[in-house]
C-alpha cells in the first residue's frame, strides 16, 4: 500500500495500469522495493538482493531440493540455492517447512536434508546425502523387544520424520526424536487410551501394563494396519500381540469394537474380528 501511495504521490493523476506498468517494472529489473513491505520471490529471483528479515518457507523434501533435482551435481545446485536464500538476510531469518500439504492433512513430507545438522534435534548424516533420498526406513526394532532396551532387527531405527539414527531408547520406542513433529492421529490415540483403560480395568492391572503411553503413542502415529507392522512397534512384544492384536488393529482401522462388557454372551460380537488372526485368541 506504502508503494501504491508513493506512487500515487509523486506521480498525481497516475492510474492503475500505471501502478501496474511500474510493478513490472520493478519486477523485470529485480529490484527490491525501496519502501516498508513485504517481497515475495524465488529463491532465484533473490539472487543478489538483501532484506533485513528473510523468510524461507516450504523446506521441504521435493520442494529443496526439488524433485527434478536427480545428479549429484544437481542436488548440489540446490544447496547452494538454498545457501543464497539463506545469505539474503541481514538480520533475521526464519526457516521453515510444513509436513503436511494442508492444515490437518497426513504429514507425509519430510524437513529439507541441507537442514540436517542444523535443525533443532536433527544431526548431519553421512558426508552431503541422506542414505538414498527415497523413503524413511519405518522402525526396526525387532518384535518381542518390550523392554526398556530396544532390539534391533535390521540396523539403527531411524526418526521417521527426519531420518536421523537414534540412540535414546525412549526416541527408539516414539520411532522418532522427541522434537521432530509427531505426525499423531490425536483421535486415535484417544480411542486407544480409552480402550487401553478398560482393558486395564478387566485385567485388575495398571494401564502402562497393557500398553505404556510411549507405545500407545507409537501405534497412533504409526497407524500399523498388518499385525507385522504392528510388531515392529518397540512395546509390541509376541505376548500383547496375540492378546491385544486384533483389538489394536480394529481401532486403528476405524471399526467400532464391541464393548468389554457387553462383550460376554453376545454371539454376535465376535463377527467384528472375523478375518483376524487372532479371531480365537481374544477372549477375555
Ligand atoms: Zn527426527
Redesign the pocket.
Known sequence: MRLAEDFAGSRPGATLSDLVAELDERAAAQHAPTVEGVTLASLHAAKGLEWDAVFLVGLTEGMVPITYAKTDQQIEEERRLLYVGVTRARHHLTLSWALSRAPGGRASRRPTRFLNGLRP??QAVGARTLGGAGGIERGAAAPGGGGATVRRRRGPVH??????A?TDAGEMKLM??E??PSELDEALYERLRDWRAEQAGLLGQPAYCVFTDKTLLAIAEAVPETASELARIAGVGRRKLDRFGADVLALCAGRELPSAVDDEGDDGAGGSHSGDPWQNSTEK
Open positions: 534435534g536433527s526418526c521417521r520424520v527426519c531420518g536421523r537414534l522418532r526424536c522434537g521432530c
